[in-house]
């Protein structure tokens, strides 16, 4: 009988390890999913800072439109990706909530 607790024991151990490792990688995806979407977000930013100063570049003959048109541009580009960055978070955080959930180690804070 103790050599059947035992093995109980250490499947359960098992068991728990690797739902732990699972939950860890769920974690590291979703941390490279956020670290991947701050990227985005800079790239989007530092993008639209270089089309708004070439925008300005090319304002300066006085061309009007031309600035119109590149701010417009800027701002389409700009919100395209904030929500392409704001999606692929959410998919993440869905995904490690998901991984939790079917573990049941999801935390309530």
Known sequence: M???????????????????????????????????????AHSARDKAADMSQSARDKSADGSHSTKQSAQHNQEQAAGF??????????????????VKNSLGMNEKK
Do not use: R
């Open 81 to 98: 990706l904030g929500q392409t960055g704001e999606n692929v978070k959410n998919m993440a955080q869905g995904a490690l909530d998901g």
């Open 2 to 40: 103790s050599q059947q607790a035992f093995n109980a024991g250490q499947s359960k151990g098992q068991a728990h390890e690797k739902a732990e490792q699972w939950t860890e990688s769920a974690k590291q995806t979703a941390q490279s999913a956020c670290d991947k979407t701050a990227d985005l």
